[in-house]
C-alpha cells in the first residue's frame, strides 16, 4: 500500500516497526533515550513521530467523506477541516463536497459572504444536488442572476432533485424573472407531475388543483380531487410518523395535549394532525429566502424595476411582494406576478399550494370581504353625523 510520502510498505514492515517501538517504550532511564536517540539516527520512525501521516490519502478523503454527509450544520465540516493542513487540503476534494448532506449545505442569510457562495459553488461543481439547488435558489430570487439560478436548479432536476423540479414549475406558471407572457402553463403541469411523482407533496397539491381548474392539463375534477385526498393522506402520515402523542391516541392512551390543536388542512376529510411548529418543514433554501428578505426589504427592487413616475405609492404598498404562506419566501420578480385572494386582496401567493395551505392553517380565520369594508366606508361618508355619534359612544367616559 503507498502512503502519503509515497513509500510503499508491507504488514511485515509494519509489525517489525511495532517492535522496534515497544522495546523503546519499555527502556527506562538513560538506556531508553539513547536507545531512541540511535534509532531515529537509524532511520526509524519512533512513537513521538505521528502516525497520522502514514494513512494513505483516500483512507483520509473516506472519512472526510462519511463526516460531511453526517454532517448536521456547516460548522462540522469547517471545524472537522480545521483540525490540521491535511484536512483542509483534502477536505476540498470533489469526493467530500459531492457527499455534503443538506443541512450541511443550510447556509444562514446572516453568514452569507463570498466564502460561502465559494463553498456552495466548489459542491455544485462536484455534482452535488442539494447545492446546486441551493445556490440556484439564491442566485435567481437573492442575487437577481436569474440566467445561472436557473441554470443550476435545471441541473438539480435533471438529476432527479424534486425540490428542484417543483421551484421550476412555479416559475414557469407565473413566467418569473421575465414577463407576463413567459409563461408556460403546460411546462410547469409537467414538472409538477415528475416532482410529485418523486414524492413531494406541494407539487401533488399544485397538479390536483391544475387538474380541478383544468390549468395547463386537461380538466378533470375527479383526477384532481384524487390528487387532493392523496396529498393529504401524505401529509397525514408524515405528521403521524413525526409526533409521538399521536401514536399515543391511537393505542388508547390519553394525549390531551394533542387533541387540542389539530391543522384545519387534514381536516377536510376527517383526518385530524397536530399542527407543525414554525419554520419546522421549511427547506434550507425557503429559510434562507426568509432570512434573506426580513433584512433587504422589496422597495428597492421595487423602485429598480419600474422607475415610472407615481411609483413610490406603489413601493409604499409594496411594489413587490413575498408569498403570503410564511415557510415559502419566494419574492416577485415582477409586479403583480402571484395571485391575490379573491376576497380581501391582502395575501397573495406563488402557487396554488401555498394558497391551500396558508388558507387552511392562518388565513381562513383573517380574511374579511373588501366589498364589507368598502359598504362601511361608503355609509361613513354619507351619514357624517352617525359616524360621529357611533365614535362618541365607543369614546370612554371621563
Known amino acids: 500500500m503507498r502512503t502519503r510520502r509515497g513509500a510503499c510498505y508491507s504488514p511485515a514492515s509494519c509489525q517489525d516497526g511495532r517492535r522496534k517501538r515497544r522495546r523503546i517504550a519499555g527502556g527506562g532511564g538513560g538506556e531508553g533515550s539513547a536507545a531512541a536517540a540511535a534509532v531515529a539516527a537509524g532511520g526509524v520512525e519512533g512513537p513521538a513521530n505521528d502516525m497520522f501521516e502514514e494513512l494513505p490519502d483516500d483512507l483520509v478523503v473516506s472519512i472526510l467523506a462519511d463526516v460531511a454527509a453526517s454532517a448536521g450544520s456547516p460548522g462540522d465540516l469547517a471545524g472537522a477541516m480545521l483540525t490540521c493542513k491535511r484536512f483542509r487540503e483534502l477536505g476540498q476534494s470533489k469526493v467530500v463536497v459531492a457527499r455534503a448532506s443538506p443541512r450541511c449545505l443550510a447556509v444562514r442569510a446572516k453568514a452569507w459572504s463570498d466564502a460561502a457562495h465559494r463553498f456552495l459553488q466548489r459542491c455544485a461543481d462536484a455534482g452535488n444536488l442539494d447545492a ?182 406603489e413601493d409604499e404598498a409594496g411594489g413587490l411582494r413575498l408569498c403570503s404562506h410564511a415557510l415559502c419566501g419566494r419574492p416577485e420578480t415582477r409586479r403583480h406576478e402571484f395571485r391575490r385572494c379573491s376576497v380581501c386582496g391582502v395575501v397573495n401567493y406563488c402557487s396554488r399550494a401555498c394558497q391551500a395551505l396558508h388558507w387552511k392553517t392562518a388565513h381562513k380565520a383573517e380574511c374579511t370581504p373588501m366589498d364589507r369594508w368598502l359598504d362601511n366606508a361608503a355609509a361613513g361618508a354619507a351619514n357624517p353625523n352617525a359616524a360621529a355619534g357611533d365614535a362618541a359612544m365607543a369614546a370612554p367616559a371621563p
Open 132 to 313: 446546486c439547488y441551493l445556490l440556484g435558489m439564491i442566485r435567481f430570487y437573492c442575487l437577481g442572476s436569474r440566467g445561472s439560478g436557473a441554470a443550476l436548479m435545471a441541473a438539480a432536476a435533471v438529476g432527479g432533485h424534486r425540490e428542484a423540479l417543483y421551484s421550476l414549475a412555479v416559475i414557469q406558471f407565473n413566467g418569473s424573472g421575465g414577463s407576463k407572457d413567459d409563461r408556460d402553463l403546460r411546462a410547469g403541469a409537467a414538472l409538477c407531475a415528475r416532482a410529485a411523482s418523486l414524492g413531494h407533496v406541494d407539487a401533488l397539491r399544485e397538479l390536483g388543483h391544475c387538474l380541478q381548474d383544468g390549468y395547463g392539463v386537461r380538466r378533470s375534477v375527479l383526477d384532481g380531487r384524487r390528487l387532493l385526498i392523496q396529498a393529504n393522506a401524505r401529509e397525514l402520515a408524515a405528521a403521524v410518523a413525526a409526533s409521538a402523542s399521536l401514536l399515543r391516541a391511537a393505542t388508547g392512551k390519553p394525549a390531551a395535549a394533542a387533541s387540542r390543536r389539530h391543522s384545519c388542512l387534514l381536516s377536510d376529510f376527517g383526518c385530524h394532525a397536530a399542527a407543525p411548529k414554525a419554520g419546522a418543514e421549511a427547506h434550507a433554501a425557503n429559510r434562507f429566502l426568509v432570512d434573506w428578505f426580513v433584512s433587504r426589504p422589496l422597495a428597492a427592487a421595487a423602485a429598480a424595476a419600474a422607475p415610472t413616475p407615481g411609483s413610490a405609492a
